[in-house]
């Protein structure tokens, strides 16, 4: 939409009649898709200073885009973390696990098996590559999307699957809404729905972790939307004041459900520019690339470890389905902007990485590809034995009443009975299942 200065009557004296600028995103559906403005530079341009470097002696890199996979898929430049070929089959191997998971629990809502599920296609990296670079009992706080910090700690299946069902086997006993674990086992943080309050919570635990003289970090995924958030405000200014051993993950995937991320501020700089305005450690990093991403992070795991300071880091990707199970992103957006999108595939980049260098080949992408899917849906078949959406078989009734006072409180007491002589009422007994 056009500034609004000529639609308004003008009042007063001389002066101009004052305007707001409402951001439109660059296509609507159906419409054109042109991506040409977006400068993604060249792999290896970047410079990667010392990590106890000043953040005012780096603001290029919150401007930049730290790269690593070529064209041609080659690895170039001083952020090339050269990761072993093991390593780096692992790392894919994660990520088309994430992938087939997915895939999986997406087809699983839409045949009723739970109520929601949230995909991460396009930005597996960003979870999987990044965590990797993380000690395995660095705290992380992630948002809803960073499924593939879990799947990259070796966290079972089949709890996520449990959790995703709310089933009996449901270790959060059907508490939270389906995708959003919790592992203490796993230096996992609860994930919550209330967008950003996971961020100054992660800044919280490392000022903790320092004061105790521990040596275990924190970091934190968010959105970009959800850095408009008062939060994630808050969580900046404690951790560039305290020089807290944190790292501020902000994933730019351009939405926020139908908002493009412009009514986040990107027309007007980019996210790790933020970094700058704190005095924190800024870089902005393609987060398609997953080399970039496991450098950054490593960079910043470093500079947190050694007390040089908390980092900020954006990624920049693209959200290539929809927000939710609950979304059709085709009423907002253009079906191409996926195709389109310069950065491409994250999980095509790696393994065509992989095949470059001589250690991977496509019979055998095929074969883990298959080997994923027939993981997850052995474990699927599993973790149904323990109940799907709507077939009782949750954790007792009475639980809902329970683990937050250490006796019931009359009250509740009385209320449990009430829901529970109800639901006899009802089915003929307290659980229909059984
Ligand atoms: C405080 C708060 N406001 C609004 C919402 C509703 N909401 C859930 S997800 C979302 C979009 C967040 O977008 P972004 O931060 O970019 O993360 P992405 O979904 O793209 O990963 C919104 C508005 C919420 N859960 N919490
Ligand atoms: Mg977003």
């Known amino acids: 939409m056009a500034d609004q200065a000529d639609k308004k009557p003008h009042t007063g004296d001389n002066r101009p009649a004052l305007a707001l600028h409402v951001p439109e995103p660059r296509s609507r559906p159906g419409g054109p898709v042109n991506f040409a403005d977006i ?69 699983g809502q839409r045949q009723g098996k739970t109520s929601f599920y949230m995909k991460c296609t396009g930005e597996e990296a960003t979870s999987v590559a990044a965590s990797m670079a993380l000690a395995s009992d660095d705290m992380v706080f992630p ?9 990259a700690r070796g966290y079972p299946l089949i709890e996520m699957i449990n959790q995703i069902y709310s089933n009996r086997g449901d270790k959060l006993k059907g508490r939270q809404l389906p995708i959003m674990y919790s592992s203490r086992e796993h230096s996992f943080f609860s994930i919550s729905g209330n967008l950003a309050t996971q961020t100054p919570q992660a800044v919280g635990w490392a000022m903790a972790s320092a004061i105790k ?31 807290a051993p944190v790292i501020l993950n902000v994933i730019n995937n351009q939405w ?29 990093v393609d987060g398609n690339d997953a080399l970039a991403c496991f450098a950054a992070q490593q960079w ?21 389905e929809g927000h939710s199970t609950s979304d059709d992103p085709s009423g907002y957006r253009s079906a191409q902007e996926r195709e389109e999108w310069p950065l491409g595939d994250p999980v095509m980049r790696l393994k065509n990485h992989l095949i470059e260098i001589g250690e991977w080949d496509e019979d055998r992408q095929q074969a883990m590809d298959l080997k994923c899917a027939e993981e997850v849906k052995a474990t699927t078949k599993e973790a149904e ?29 009385e209320q449990a009975k009430q829901a529970t002589s109800e639901r006899i009422a009802k089915f003929g007994s307290e659980r229909p299942d059984q």
């Open 300 to 320: 910043a795991a470093n500079r947190a470890r050694a007390n040089q300071g908390p980092t900020l880091i954006e990624y920049f990707t693209y959200r290539a």
């Open 143 to 151: 948002s809803y999307r960073q499924q593939g910090i879990l799947i």
């Open 256 to 284: 926020a459900i139908s908002s493009f991320s412009g009514f986040a501020g990107a027309e007007r700089t980019t996210f790790a520019a933020r970094a700058l305005g704190y005095g924190l450690a800024g870089l902005r």
């Open 39 to 107: 400068d993604i530079g060249k792999a290896g341009d970047q410079p990667r200073p010392d990590e106890g470097t000043a953040p005012a002696d780096m603001k290029d890199l919150a401007y930049g885009l730290v790269r690593v996979l070529g064209d041609d898929n080659k690895a170039y430049g001083p952020w090339d973390p050269k990761l072993d070929p093991d390593t780096l089959r692992i790392m894919l191997g994660h990520m088309a696990m994430v992938r087939a998971f997915d895939e999986r629990m997406f087809r």
């Open 385 to 413: 034995k323990n109940g799907i959406l709507g077939h009782g078989m949750h954790h007792p009734f009475h639980t809902m009443f329970e683990d937050v006072f250490e006796e019931l409180p009359w009250h509740l007491e």
């Open 213 to 243: 003289g521990d040596s275990r970090i924190a970091a934190t995924w968010v959105g970009e939307g959800s850095t408009a958030e008062g939060d994630f405000h808050s969580a900046c200014t404690f951790a560039t004041v305290y020089n």
